[in-house]
């Protein structure tokens, strides 16, 4: 008997057509929609899947499951993140998790680097300012910024997308690499990362850059106090989730010039409204959640995907399997 299968969302091709092959296997349902799936659609589509395949913003908790029933053996997420599954719950019903480290590593580190140097070097308000005729002639202090050459840059976890943004940073004449988090990294040596406590890191970078997963530790962590010592010059990057920062701190930080400038991919909530506080401001550079967003990546990322909820519908070695 075919075991069911529901996807959260229409999905890459290259994940599709994994699935499509294993005919024998499942049959499968989908949210056909670039959009998110409303929850009361999600409740009922789940009912007796075998598998799910979802995505990060899915809320996967102990009343999803329950709608989903007993089947439910597998939990695939195209997402290296997986703030999103309540893991206690799925844990205590046996269930097995997938999700997509290291494929997503370089297209994220790539953007976070672009976010840094947008956000330091002030370009998207120099786009603006050529579009909107500000561009009157070239002066000696227009559009000034900070840049990487001589300057201390510190990561805030430096995990496997922490390590590849060091690495492509070094390059830039970066003097010193700082790293906090809750052990040291034998990678580190590759970029002369310091491993030092967090406050030392954020009093002494001049880019402060946010790359650890959203865990109950590190959740609000970069709050007022942690403002409050950040260098008046400095300019504060994340690209992990948006809970790690207290939103209403960084506006402040923002206004009253504690900081010099914050570059965002990841924001609370997601999307962020378009009458929020940040995006009236001119050193805040906010994207729309992009990082592991190349074509190319994101076929890896729906085929793993696909890979991950196979093998663990049949009982296999999951290609990628949380540990949990
Ligand atoms: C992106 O944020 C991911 O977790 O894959
Ligand atoms: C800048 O274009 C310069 O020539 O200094």
């Known amino acids: 008997k075919l075991m069911k299968v529901y996807i959260t969302r229409r999905i890459p091709p290259e994940g599709m057509k994994i699935?499509?092959?294993?005919?024998?296997?499942c049959e499968v349902s989908m949210w056909d929609s670039d959009e998110p799936v409303p929850r009361t659609e999600l409740l009922k589509g789940v009912q007796g899947a075998h598998g799910l395949l979802c995505m990060?913003?899915?809320?996967?908790?102990?009343?999803?499951?329950?709608a989903a029933g007993p089947n439910l053996k597998v939990i695939s997420t195209m997402s290296v993140g997986f703030d999103h599954l309540v893991l206690d719950a799925i844990k205590k019903r046996g269930i097995r998790v997938g999700y997509t480290p290291d494929v997503l590593t370089?297209?994220?580190a790539e953007l976070t680097v672009a976010l840094l140097l947008a956000t330091a070097r002030r370009l998207p308000e120099g786009v603006e300012a050529v579009k909107n005729g500000d561009w009157t002639s070239w002066k000696p202090l227009m559009l000034c910024g900070y840049g990487l050459s001589g300057s201390t840059v510190g990561v805030i976890g430096l995990g496997r997308i922490g390590m590849a943004i060091a690495r492509r940073l070094m390059p830039f004449g970066v003097k010193r690499l700082l790293y906090s988090g809750r052990t040291t990294?034998?990678?580190?040596?590759?970029?002369?990362g310091e491993?030092?406590?967090?406050?030392?890191?954020v009093s002494e970078s001049d880019f402060i850059v946010v790359s650890c997963s959203l865990?109950?530790?590190?959740?609000?962590?970069?709050d007022k106090a942690?403002?409050?010592?950040?260098?008046?010059?400095?300019?504060?990057?994340?690209?992990?989730?948006?809970?790690?920062?207290?939103?209403?701190d960084l506006y402040e930080?923002?206004?009253?010039?504690?900081?010099?400038?914050?570059?965002?991919?990841v924001t609370t909530p997601e999307p962020l409204p378009t009458n929020h506080p940040l995006l009236t401001l001119n050193n805040c550079v906010v994207l729309p959640h992009i990082g592991s967003a190349t074509y190319s990546t994101r076929g890896v990322m729906a085929a793993l995907s696909a890979r991950n909820l196979l093998e663990g519908l049949q009982g296999g070695e999951m290609p990628s399997e949380l540990a949990f």
């Open 195 to 201: 491993f030092v406590p967090l406050d030392t890191l």
């Open 56 to 66: 990060l913003s899915d809320k996967i908790d102990a009343e999803l499951l329950d």
């Open 215 to 222: 865990t109950p530790e590190t959740q609000g962590l970069c």
């Open 226 to 248: 942690f403002f409050s010592k950040m260098k008046n010059t400095a300019v504060f990057i994340n690209s992990s989730r948006g809970a790690v920062v207290n939103q209403e």
């Open 106 to 108: 370089d297209a994220t």
């Open 185 to 192: 990294k034998a990678d580190a040596a590759e970029v002369s």
């Open 253 to 265: 930080a923002l206004t009253s010039g504690q900081i010099a400038a914050a570059g965002l991919d």
């Open 19 to 25: 699935l499509s092959s294993a005919t024998g296997v």
